[in-house]
């Protein structure tokens, strides 16, 4: 299949789950050596999940199929570009490319928060819309340095 191809595969899949109630129009594919491997759609208001965002239960699909949460080998197709959650998935998820057709800004015309986050993201913690507090650093970093000795520990 071709790139435009996996790209109307991930707009299809936007419609169809869209028209079907699952959530918002978003889909997305994620490919591997020239393969659909996982699909995924928005389910947000279908599983009560906000997490629950086409690219993400995508990336949860290949993984799982794959049994490896590295997807470095992978291509991401998603109907739009992806909101900083998303993003940071993908980064996580090591997928070797993103292709896009919706902007950040054609999501915020029909009232998605995407471009409002990736504004709050480059804000100073205290001029953030949603307060933030730090407490028990100390307490925590115990616990970073226990996993920074730890042997057997699987590095991500």
């Known amino acids: 299949m071709s790139s435009k191809k996996f790209m109307s595969k991930a707009i ?8 079907k109630g699952h959530g918002g129009p978003f889909g997305a594919v994620i490919v591997r050596q020239g393969k659909i491997i996982a699909e995924g759609w928005n389910q947000v208001t279908s599983t009560n999940d906000p997490t629950a965002h086409a690219e993400v239960t995508a990336i949860r699909k290949a993984c799982e199929k794959l049994k490896n949460f590295d997807l470095s080998d992978c291509e991401i197709y998603t109907s739009c570009e992806p909101c900083p959650m998303c993003l940071a998935a993908i980064y996580w998820a090591r997928l070797s490319k993103i292709y896009y057709a919706n902007t950040r800004e054609d999501a915020a015309e029909i009232e998605f928060d995407d471009d ?8 100073d913690l205290k001029k953030r819309a949603l307060p933030i507090q730090q407490i028990g650093r100390k307490e925590a970093l115990q616990v970073f340095k226990l996993w920074q000795n730890k042997q057997d520990k699987v590095t991500y």
């Open 12 to 19: 299809a899949l936007s419609k169809t789950h869209m028209l």
């Open 116 to 123: 409002f986050l990736y504004k709050e993201i480059k804000k």
